[in-house]
């Protein structure tokens, strides 16, 4: 003789079937959410869209125009230094070698790891 703890077999029954409908309605909700979140994003996504078009792209433009505007400035400026250099080379050669020599000198001067300042006696 066994007893039936839940209940009778209907109960048992009737609980899964309720158990089911609530798995079927939980699964019909996250559907739901699910398909939900996708039109937003999708929403979301053509805003971005719209704003990278109307905002972003023109102001990049924009931008680059700048970039390429001092980029060709700094271009005709250094070729018009190189310029003007040459011709003081040409007019004045010896001055023009005095100049390198005494920037060869400072820069090796510079970048040389000892220093004549003291001896090396007295470094500490």
Do not use: H
């Not at 001067?109 to 001896?119: E, F």
């Amino acid at each position: 003789m066994s007893q039936n703890v839940g209940g009778s077999p209907n109960t048992a029954s009737a609980m899964r079937e309720d158990m089911r409908e609530v798995r079927d309605r939980a699964a019909a909700g996250a559907s739901r959410v699910a398909e939900d979140a996708r039109e937003e994003l999708a929403r979301l996504r053509a805003q971005v869209e719209k704003l990278m078009q109307e905002r972003v792209t023109p102001a990049l433009a924009g931008a680059a125009e700048t970039v390429e505007d001092y980029a060709t400035r700094a271009r005709e400026t250094i070729e018009q230094q190189a310029d003007a250099l040459s011709s003081t080379v040409r007019e004045r050669p010896l001055m023009a070698v005095g100049i390198a020599a005494l920037a060869g000198f400072l820069i090796g001067r510079l970048t040389s790891g000892t220093t004549y300042v003291y001896p090396s006696s007295d470094r500490r």
